[in-house]
């Protein structure tokens, strides 16, 4: 059974740094894109990071470029979500999510309906 377990979030102030971590119980994982998608209250799940089969293959969100970091490592089945300059608008619920789909073009990679599994989240919340 593939399982996605993010940890790592918290509650900060504004201008701090948190790191998020997800572990996948996942048969092939470095054959996937992994990608992180965040959703607030009231709002629609949105994207943020994905990080393809080559580990500096990645996207951003315009909202997080520069701020945020995605990494992965496939010897321990890892993603990693390096969040820095957090801002109250970064408050949401933090998802892992994974995608089969080969190298998939910045277009489709941003959309939650190609990733086939999903954590369950973690809570950020950034004070101001």
């Known amino acids: 059974q593939v399982q996605l377990v993010e940890s790592g979030g918290g509650l900060v102030q504004a201008g701090d740094s948190l790191r998020l971590s997800c572990t996948a119980s996942l048969r092939g994982f470095s054959d996937y894109v992994m990608g992180w998608f965040r959703q607030a209250p009231g709002k629609e799940r949105e994207f943020v990071a994905a990080i393809r089969q080559r580990p500096d293959s990645t996207e951003y969100a315009d909202s997080v470029k520069g701020r945020f970091a995605i990494s992965r490592d496939n010897a321990e089945n890892t993603v990693a979500l390096q969040m820095n300059s957090l801002k109250p608008e970064d408050t949401a619920v933090y998802y892992c999510?994974?995608?089969?789909?080969?190298?998939?073009?910045?277009?489709?990679?941003?959309?939650?309906?190609?990733?086939?599994?999903w954590g369950r989240g973690t809570q950020v919340t950034v004070s101001s």
């Open positions: 999510a994974a995608s089969p789909l080969a190298s998939p073009v910045s277009a489709i990679v941003v959309k939650p309906i190609v990733y086939n599994y």
